[in-house]
């Protein structure tokens, strides 16, 4: 059984850094493209970024990049997400997704099946 468990949310000031980790178990880790999206109150969720499987390519959706650092460890079967430059319109819950395909994709929202439970980031001043 897939589980992703996110953590390292928080509330932080525009302009401030959070990072956030997903710990992944029950599938080869090291074998699928990863990634990271969110769903702020109101919206639909959406792709933030993704990482192929071996870590070498990354995506970013335009809105964050620049500003947001996706990495993986695979020895440890973890997933990062370095948010930097923080604004408020990137309050949102933050999910870690693992990609439908092993070895495929990871650059769109389509990509992506299973998620984790998420974790809160609030950007206010």
């Known amino acids: 059984e897939v589980e992703l468990v996110e953590s390292g949310g928080g509330l932080v000031q525009p302009g401030g850094s959070l990072r956030l980790s997903c710990t992944a178990s029950?599938?080869?880790?090291?074998?699928?493209?990863m990634g990271w999206v969110r769903q702020a109150p109101g919206n639909e969720l959406e792709w933030v970024s993704g990482i192929a499987a071996g870590g070498a390519t990354t995506w970013y959706a335009a809105f964050v990049r620049g500003r947001f650092t996706i990495s993986r460890d695979n020895a440890e079967n973890t997933l990062y997400l370095q948010l930097t430059k923080l604004k408020t319109e990137d309050t949102a819950v933050y999910y870690c997704?693992?990609?439908?395909?092993?070895?495929?994709?990871?650059?769109?929202?389509?990509?992506?099946?299973?998620r984790g439970q998420g974790t809160q980031v609030t950007v206010s001043s």
């Open positions: 029950g599938f080869a880790f090291s074998g699928y493209p």
């Open positions: 997704a693992k990609a439908k395909r092993y070895g495929r994709g990871g650059s769109k929202l389509e990509d992506f099946a299973d």
